[in-house]
């Protein structure tokens, strides 16, 4: 659990910068930011939040939502972006928008233009996974696709990874990962999605419009009360669990924690350094 929580990444949302910037004391200066593109806001608003935190000194990883481009000119000029301030990572998915702006309707169809990102500077691409499901793709689909977009990635000479979509229990992110090792026989580095340190109230919501419906249930089951449905949800049992079970198994391909915050940035960043902090001061005592 420890070696899990040495780097975590979390993902901010546009606009998040002055979050970021109280968090400065917290976040160590090379953390993983993964800027969400959000349904619906302007590619300026990305494009504003990279240039804000261009020189900070994180590793922004931003969504690259295929749906959101109205044209090839509009990515060329989003990679001249990514370019101009050496992003290095980038995570490629289709976008919940329900209709596409432009000619790229999925992950797949913007990949076509892979180089875009090859030239602007991009070294590791990231997919997405979906250990419950998809609420609108099947399972198959999703398998064959990952396995493409994977072999698209290094063709180019790029390092692909995998995020999983959150979930409350860990038994679906340890079976997909499991999975996966003859779905993608190369290694692939796997970075488990997490809830971070919200409401339970607020993480049904977000579960419902992620299509997370399994864990929405499992999670509507232990609240039983509007009280429990006000208090702060603790990734905890969720962490110790994963961390249990990449222990056990040596080919585990799980590399590190990925999290959502829901809102909760602050809560969430600071969760992950105590835990780390009582961890460190457990090994000291043992090893005593």
Avoid at 43 to 65: F, K
Avoid at 69 to 87: E, I, K, M, T, Y
Wanted: hydrophobic share 40%; with cysteine; net charge negative.
């Amino acid at each position: 659990m420890q070696r899990l929580l040495i780097e975590p990444s979390f993902e901010i949302a546009p606009g998040q910068e002055r979050d970021v910037g109280a968090l400065s004391t917290k976040l160590h200066p090379d953390t993983k930011l993964f800027v969400a593109s959000i349904a619906g806001k302007p590619l300026s608003a990305m494009t504003d939040t990279l240039e804000h935190l261009g020189q900070s000194g994180y590793e922004l990883v931003p969504h690259i939502a295929a749906r959101n481009f109205p044209s090839r000119q509009s990515f060329f000029d989003f990679c001249g972006v990514l370019g101009r301030h050496n992003v290095q990572n980038a995570f490629v998915i289709g976008g919940d928008a329900s209709q596409a702006a432009g000619t790229y309707h999925d992950a797949e169809e913007l990949l076509r233009d892979i180089g875009l990102l090859a030239d602007a500077g991009i070294e590791n691409i990231g997919f997405a996974s979906y250990p419950e499901g998809h609420p609108s793709i099947s399972d198959a689909e999703l398998d064959e696709a990952l396995v493409r977009k994977v072999q698209i990635a290094r063709e180019n000479g790029m390092k692909p990874f995998v995020v999983t979509q959150f979930c409350f229990e860990a038994e679906p992110i340890i079976a997909w990962e499991r999975r996966s090792r003859e779905l993608l026989v190369r290694p692939v580095p796997v970075v488990v999605g997490m809830p971070g340190v919200t409401s339970i109230k607020q993480l049904l919501r977000y579960a419902k419009v992620c299509g997370v419906q399994a864990s929405a249930a499992f999670l509507t089951g232990h609240a039983a009360t509007m009280i429990n449905l006000l208090r702060p949800w603790s990734p905890h049992k969720l962490v110790s669990e994963i961390g249990g079970a990449v222990a056990e198994d040596m080919d585990s391909r799980i590399e590190r924690f990925h999290f959502f915050p829901f809102g909760a940035l602050d809560r969430t960043v600071t969760w992950t350094s105590n835990m780390l902090l009582s961890s460190d001061a457990k090994s000291g005592s043992e090893n005593a």
